[in-house]
T-cell receptor, first 114, second 113 residues
């Protein structure tokens, strides 16, 4: 069965420090991969997506992610975190075929220290 | 317009009430979704409409009744809910192929007393 794991439930970084959020997936075919961010009580905002091509993907708000097929990973990075980046981050896999669905990871909560 | 709107933002209802949640998008998307999200959890898929037809029902109790009047609108009718149904209800839309990115609304915070 398809699954998405985010090994870190909660990460705390200092403002200005670099960030990497991990995401691993289990899916037989070529995955369609996404990172979403959710501020408290809000909807989900798409940060970036990977469908094919260049494995390093640039997104909004200075985020990037790298697809590594050999490691079944799609880790999210940011070189310098801002206090406003504190939020919940979800990795997701989009499923091809007739069934329309995403598989979401459990999420990683990011706290930012001043 | 890349926005999905949801009304109301907050809803408090008793277990005997009937209420509806509304969702609207004007991006020309032909797939629309309802998700339920509990605190500190990822969204859980409830229903998917594709070309205004119900294509997925994730074994949701019948006290939740979805409706898609047209390609831009999605409703969720609520009746005889339980306190454990209290959650953030999110609407999303996308192009109909399942792998496309979904655009989410801000959600309706539902409290069942």
């Amino acid at each position: 069965a398809q699954s998405v794991t985010q090994p870190d439930i909660h990460i705390t970084v200092s403002e200005g420090a670099s960030l990497e959020l991990r995401c691993n997936y289990s899916y037989g075919a070529t995955p369609y991969l996404f990172w979403y961010v959710q501020s408290p009580g809000q909807g989900l905002q798409l940060l970036l997506k990977y469908f094919s091509g260049d494995t390093l993907v640039q997104g909004i708000k200075g985020f990037e992610a790298e697809f590594k097929r050999s490691q079944s990973s799609f880790n999210l990075r940011k070189p310098s975190v801002h206090w406003s980046d504190a939020a919940e981050y979800f990795c997701a896999v989009g499923l091809s075929g007739r069934r329309q669905n995403f598989v979401f990871g459990p999420g990683t909560r990011l706290s930012v220290l001043p | 317009d890349t926005e999905v709107t949801q009304t109301p933002k907050h809803l408090v209802m008793g277990m005997t009430n009937k209420k509806s949640l509304k969702c609207e998008q004007h991006m020309g998307h032909r797939a629309m979704y309802w998700y339920k999200q509990k605190a500190k959890k990822p969204p859980e898929l409830m229903f998917v409409y594709s070309y205004e037809k119900l294509s997925i029902n994730e074994s949701v109790p019948s006290r939740f009744s979805p409706e898609c009047p047209n390609s831009s609108l999605l409703n969720l009718h609520l009746h005889a809910l339980q306190p454990e149904d209290s959650a953030l209800y999110l609407c999303a839309s996308s192009q109909p192929q399942g792998y496309n990115e979904q655009f989410f609304g801000p959600g309706t915070r539902l409290t069942v007393l």
